[in-house]
């Protein structure tokens, strides 16, 4: 009877072990990244971050932090996302400026190394710091972990932020080992007014780099903008095709919370989409994140105002709610029905589209494809990049590592007030007003744009074009300026390219002649990578200039092939090749220019979808972008120039 009963009592104890083994395994946080050392205005300002690995929020009430000789000894408390950061700031919330902490905690940890452990609210140990294996005191560098699961490995940080080295609530510095991803190169990162950094999120072939200009690749560009994103003061307007980043909402959603006025321009995309449909889904939970706040409750203070080309619904799918900490029904949301487009649609709205009359939307067929972000009315974000997962990690595995696995993409920000206005009059155009609330009555997207900005302005010396979609002729612009400015040479990546009058142009140059099957070599130099997905279709200008019969034609597309094939490739990435990057006689003396932005060069891109395209007239950063393109150029299978210099 007495081995009996201690059967049965060892059965129950390990049954409870296994218990808190699983919970410990499903509801696991790690140690992400200690500022033991403190920062450069002070050696008391330590901090800690501590990550969530998994895709589900979880919350921390009951859980511990303590230091093995007993202080720090925290209590922790709140909630942390999937694939979040959780900030612990020392003393007060300054310790990280422009961050605020999600907890505050005192007691100072030691320089010659402490042990700590976190134990969650069953008193489970989930993880534990062993001393110090990295960080400096001499250079204010934190130690972060570079591996989130197996042996356990710890770096001295290398990014650079406001008060030291480290990457507070973010993506450490060094990506996990053997994951296939290069560590970034930042060489071009300029703060004043004026300045202009561009950010390739691939490879780039330095070699070609003029003196002291090498390229800033293989660059994280959430890291880039989330750092915009927390120097935040007073105001942020994004435009976003699509947004789906925990840390880019986040962080949106802290610094609402922190009273900056945040407004934010999102596409409505059809919900019957099979190609997209499940990421719609995930973005409108990432939405109502936002429109719900630090607080998480819809009409209060801390919300952000977000508004749309057509209306969107809140998704009712309790488990998916569930999964991102939303309440498991869209508590606060009107339950009603619209007439949009030509149907009837019920549901929680979520979002407010622009009218059309009388209680009439427009159906979200149009795309409002700008991908821009203006801060504080200074910095303005541009570029190829949509804010997502798959755009530039390509997996959420791949972004919990921090390998940069998703399509090929460009983003250039500009630190310019008077271009920032221009950006602004473009978002309130949109928004129907110039305050806090959108106005659906008097927004205008789409065709229903003016031409009402600015085009020209100078930028620390630079000349800079900036054009909108629909209303400002952005690709009759573009093909104007290969027409008169290009005189020795074009290279070009795009993702999606139909307009037959810019490609006409470039026949021109390329063979004197935009006659179907005729024309003679000049000597002007053109080469290209075209995405692959689009290589053979008939609209493709990519059939033109490679001297192939398309299948089809249409008015705008009526396939002039090229008598001489250009030096045109199908490209070879991983994923996507989303660029849309234009070089106008880059490395001569003949005004090196660089067209970037978010406009695909097609009748979609210049009259129907909202978009954005900036031509910068300067050498050196035309310069970089030619690194970036024989990158892609070479990928794709291309040869370069014999000479490893900046060439024709």
Known sequence: MH??????????????????????????????????????????????ELHNPTTSEINLTGWRLDAQDGSP????????????YFLLERNDNNTVPHISADQLYSGALMNSGEVLLLKNAAGVIVDRVNGWAAGSNRAKATMERISSSGTVQWNTATWQYDVGLGTPRAINSQSLPNSGDTLQQLNQVFNGPGSINVYFNKSAVRSFATANNIA??????????????????????????????????????????????????????HPADPEHSARYQTMRLHLEKLVRGFDKQIGTSDDIMVF???????????????????????TGLNNTNLTIGNSSV?????????????????SPGEQMHNKFVIIDNRWVWTGSWNFTITGLYGSETNRQSGTLG?????????????????????????WGSNNRQPNPATANFHSRKKDNTPHRFTIAGRDVELYFSPGDDAIGHLTSLVKNNANHSVYFTIFAWSDQALVD??????????????????????????????????????????????????????????????????????????????????????????????????????????????????AAIANQFLQEFYARYQTAGGSLPSQMQCSN
């Open 73 to 84: 000894a925290i209590t922790l408390s709140g909630t942390i996302p999937g694939g979040g």
């Open 505 to 618: 142009a470039l026949k021109v140059k390329w063979e004197g002649s935009n006659a179907d099957q005729q024309g003679t070599l000049t000597d002007f130099s053109i080469k290209g990578v075209f995405d692959a997905s689009f290589w053979n279709n008939w609209w493709s200008v990519s059939v033109d200039m490679t001297g192939r019969t398309a299948t089809q034609t249409s008015t705008n597309n009526p396939n002039t092939r090229w008598a001489n094939p250009a030096p045109v490739l199908k490209a070879n990435e991983a994923r996507k090749l989303h660029s849309k990057t234009l070089l106008i006689d880059v490395c001569t003396e003949s005004d090196p220019t660089v067209v970037v932005g978010s406009t695909n060069w097609s009748n979609n891109g210049n009259k129907i979808n909202d978009e954005n395209l900036l031509i910068v007239h300067d």
């Open 216 to 269: 800033n690749y293989h660059v994280n560009l959430e890291e880039r903008l989330l750092i915009r994103i927390r120097q935040a003061q007073t105001s942020i307007d994004m435009a976003t095709y699509e947004i789906n980043l925990p840390d880019i909402i986040s962080a949106l959603i802290h610094k609402a919370a922190d009273g900056v006025s945040v407004r934010i321009i999102a596409d409505a995309k």
């Open 308 to 330: 749309s080309d057509s209306p969107i619904f809140a998704v009712e799918d309790v488990s998916a709610r569930q999964a991102l900490g939303l309440p498991e029904t869209p």
């Open 346 to 362: 019920s549901g929680f709205l979520l979002i407010k589209g622009e009218t059309k009359s009388n209680g009439h939307y427009y």
């Open 406 to 430: 998703g399509n090929s993409q460009h983003a250039i920000e500009i630190n310019h007030t008077k271009l920032a206005d221009a950006f602004t009059t473009e978002f309130n155009e949109m």
């Open 3 to 48: 081995s009996i009963h201690q059967f049965a009592l060892a059965v129950c104890f390990f049954f409870v072990l296994a218990q808190n083994s699983a919970l410990a395994s499903q509801q696991r946080i790690i140690f992400n990244e200690i500022a033991w050392m403190g920062t450069t205005e002070s050696v008391h300002d330590e901090w800690i």
